[in-house]
């Protein structure tokens, strides 16, 4: 049996005092369910852009998403603290990440002109902290988390609570003094969220991850299976799984390329995309062994690059021309530089880049090879970074930097020398798992957890050190741990609401049992009345509709709202028969009032609910 809720009233909950409107029209920004349905059914409203207020109804779920997060973290031994929003600029000087974060952080000042910004996650605040009181290795390893709102002005605020630019977030930060320690806490913490996240019932994966702006190495996400979601993983029958962000391929080996064809250029007028291109090949200059395919060639994406300082540089870069350059991966390999699609007044300002023909290298008019244009070595200088499957002695066909030409066995290693691989082509279902467990697929989901071994780096930056057991100074080991707790609201949603509305598991639910009085007479109000009371006692949590609209409304607001269990005391009762039914799978069944109690606790606590 489930343990009375905290929230688990002496005071029955009243629609007809309940703070609560339900909307028979979808808001007009509702990209997907969860935020229809939570802005619908009176849990939320919108305050600004991406920042949204609790109503009763959703703050109960909220705080039963903490109660669950708290009661696992606290099971791990970590210890609960709370720390400001309103944070001083100097720490995230420190660490870089005043800049690194760039625009995502809302920034302020104070009436003397000192800088604060409002936190976006408190790497630094837990490093001074615990510099602050600890100085020996006899006081760690510890572990301490917070649940904190958190503040980023995203870039696009989406979705209601899933991408806010205020939100709540559970932060844990790991303290160790080896590796060793750290390796440990980290799998400690990865325990937890697998309970946390096993509780909350969302479909979940655990898939490797890229750390992002927060440095470091191990990391992994927790991403809910979502349709909605913004990020995509992969997975293979063997058991891998990862972020599309950190799928790193494994490269083919290098080439001999003594007994390759010299590189030669040839007219290829009007093909600016690969698929003209590839035509253009076959009908004009064929292999003999195989028709060409968009994979002989290599297709060159130039991007605008703003660093961190606001400097702005083009780069290049390469793939295989079957495939495209996937942004987000890009991004990711980039962060916290930002890649833009090169303008045309970009071209227009270097016209030694030539927009559909753009190559590594440029001719004479004899056929030499004259220059290189892209590369640290090259005229232009612009940085040329090339997919991995561009390896030492790989033969291309490529752009020759003038208009309708293109160059053929333009040998990798022989005729061009990028300046570094990147992971940005997209990765494809079929493709092989790096680690050879089998073919990927793809499928999206919602991140809703992120664990990182972040090492030393904030400890470093910050001068967090304790003494060993030599008495020798050691820089501390960290890691960190989030969960976003208001995204977890709109995660769970999204994935059980259906088309009546929301659909709460029980452990979410803000109430257990919605009692609906269905009728205007005495009889009827006073029995929902009556049954709620002695719900209540029993430790059940109610919400009854004691409101003087149509059964009707109550119907489908009841469906709206969510409660796991319905009971619908109204005409039956004449007949001593009350109808109690399962929000989820619709089942419904009438019982005798003498029986109503025990019928209700047992749908509630049962876990096959009614039946
Ligand atoms: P994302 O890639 O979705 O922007 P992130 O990697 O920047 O997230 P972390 O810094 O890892 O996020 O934050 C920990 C957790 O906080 C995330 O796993 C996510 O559940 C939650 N979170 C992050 N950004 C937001 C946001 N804008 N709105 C709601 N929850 C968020
Ligand atoms: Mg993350």
């Not at 974060?101 to 604060?116: H, I």
């Not at 809910?224 to 799928?247: C, H, K, L, Q």
């Not at 004479?364 to 997919?387: C, F, H, M, N, P």
């Not at 929902?528 to 409304?553: I, K, Q």
Request: net charge negative; charged share 25%; hydrophobic share 40%.
């Amino acid at each position: 049996m489930r343990e009375p809720r905290q929230y688990s009233a002496r005071v029955i909950t009243r629609m007809s005092e309940l703070f609560v409107r339900t909307l028979r029209q979808d808001p007009a920004d509702a990209e997907v369910p969860s935020h229809r349905w939570l802005v619908r059914a009176g849990y939320i409203r919108r305050a600004a852009p991406g920042i949204y207020s609790w109503l009763p109804l959703g703050y109960r779920v909220l705080r039963n998403v903490e109660r669950i997060v708290r009661e696992e973290m606290n099971a791990i031994g970590a210890q609960e603290v709370h720390f400001p929003a309103l944070l001083p600029k100097e720490p995230y000087e420190a660490s870089g990440r005043w800049t690194e974060y760039g625009e995502a952080v809302f920034r302020l000042r104070d009436r003397k002109g000192a800088e604060y910004l409002l936190g976006p996650t408190h790497e630094e605040m837990f490093t001074l902290l615990v510099k602050d009181m600890y100085s020996s290795y006899k006081d760690l390893p510890l572990s301490l988390y917070q649940i904190q709102t958190k503040y980023r002005d995203e870039a696009r605020p989406r979705a209601g609570l899933l991408r806010g630019r205020e939100f709540v977030m559970k932060d844990s930060y790991s303290f160790d003094i080896d590796d060793e320690g750290l390796a440990k806490s980290y799998a400690t913490h990865r325990d937890a969220y697998i309970k946390i996240f096993n509780r909350l019932g969302f479909e979940y994966v655990i898939v490797h991850a890229m750390s992002g702006a927060m440095g470091g190495s191990a990391s992994e996400e927790f991403l809910a299976i979502a349709e909605n979601g913004e990020d995509t993983f992969v997975r293979s029958p063997g058991g891998y799984a990862a972020n599309v962000e950190a799928v790193r391929i494994t490269p083919p080996a290098p080439l001999p390329y003594d007994d390759a064809p010299r590189a030669h250029v040839e007219d290829t007028p009007d093909t600016p995309t690969i698929e003209t291109l590839v035509n253009l090949a076959n009908a004009r200059l064929p292999r003999p062994d195989r028709p060409w395919q968009a994979a002989d060639t290599l297709k060159n994406v130039v991007l605008m690059i703003t660093e961190v300082d606001g400097s702005r540089h083009p780069l290049v870069i390469g793939v295989p021309g079957d495939r495209e350059l996937d942004l987000r991966r890009l991004a990711a390999q980039l962060e916290p530089a930002e890649p833009e699609p090169f303008s045309d007044e970009d071209f227009a300002a270097r016209p030694e880049l030539v927009k559909g023909y753009l190559g590594p290298v440029r001719f004479d008019s004899s056929g030499e090879r004259a220059a290189a244009v892209l590369g640290e070595e090259s005229i232009t200088k612009i940085r040329y970074l090339v997919d991995p499957r561009v390896v030492s002695g790989t033969r291309w066909v490529t752009g020759a930097n003038e208009p309708g030409r293109h160059v053929f066995d333009l040998t990798c290693g022989r005729d061009f020398t990028p300046d570094g691989i990147i992971e940005a082509a997209e990765i494809r279902e079929g493709d092989p798992a790096p680690d050879g467990s089998g073919p990927l697929t793809l499928a999206r989901g919602i991140e809703m957890g992120h664990i990182f071994q972040l090492g030393r780096k904030y400890a470093e930056a910050l001068g967090l050190k304790v003494l060993d057991q030599n008495g020798k100074l050691v820089t501390v080991t960290m890691g960190s741990y989030g969960v976003g707790i208001s995204r977890a609201v709109a995660a769970v949603a999204e994935g059980t609401c259906d088309d009546k509305g929301l659909c709460w598991p029980p452990e979410l639910a803000p109430f257990d049992v919605h009692v609906l009085a269905a009728g205007k007479d005495d009889l009827v109000t006073t029995a929902a009345a009556d049954l709620s009371v002695r719900l209540d006692e029993a430790g059940v949590s109610v919400l009854l509709d004691d409101r003087t609209v149509s059964p009707g409304v109550k119907f489908a607001d009841s469906e709206i709202m969510g409660m796991p269990t319905i009971v619908v005391v109204g005409r039956g009762l004449s007949d001593g028969v009350i109808e109690v039914r399962d929000r989820r799978s619709g089942e419904q069944i009438e019982v005798a009032v003498e029986d109503a109690l025990g019928a209700i606790l047992a749908a509630v606590h049962g876990p096959t609910r009614l039946g």
